[in-house]
């Protein structure tokens, strides 16, 4: 990265930041799934290996281009019930979170970095299908569509 970085690096490592806030999220959402629910834990258990892999890529593109990684949070906002239907209605909470973020990062103009949010997205809305989400028209925009 040069000693001054463009406004689209700007934006590409602010965007590379969120979604890996996202992804740690994920990670400690699916790892309390996974503890609290026998019905959902392989599942849970092959989302969590898909969100550390994710982690994992964002955080070694943030490395690349000289930014520190955000670091995780110590605790994050988890679901009050721990029945099989608030943990599958968590579960599909936090890939439209993760989706979200992958949409924000395709907006920037490193191709690399577009065909990994793509990707992502792509991932992210079929884990929420399996979920039990319902498709929506436009995977990764609050309320399923633009302006929603």
């Known amino acids: ?9 700007d934006a590409a490592i602010a965007a590379l930041q969120a979604a890996l806030r996202a992804e740690y999220a994920a990670i400690h959402g699916y790892g309390f799934i996974g503890a609290r629910s026998r019905e959902t834990r392989a599942r849970a258990h092959v ?13 070694a593109e943030l490395v690349e281009r000289d930014a520190e ?14 029945d099989t239907g608030a943990l599958t209605a968590f579960a599909v909470r936090l890939e439209e979170t993760t989706a979200q973020a992958y949409l924000e990062l395709s907006a920037v103009p490193d191709q690399r970095l577009r065909d990994l949010a793509a990707r992502s997205l792509q991932s992210a809305t079929v884990r929420s299908l399996v979920w ?14 633009p302006g929603a």
Do not use: I, K, N
């Open 47 to 59: 989302d969590l290996d898909a969100h550390r892999g994710l982690r994992d890529r964002l955080r």
């Open 1 to 9: 990265m040069s000693a001054s970085p463009t406004p689209e690096e």
């Open 132 to 145: 039990g989400a319902q498709l929506a028209a436009f995977p990764g925009f609050p309320g399923g569509a």
């Open 69 to 82: 990684p955000v670091a995780a949070e110590s605790a994050y906002a988890l679901p009050e019930q721990d």
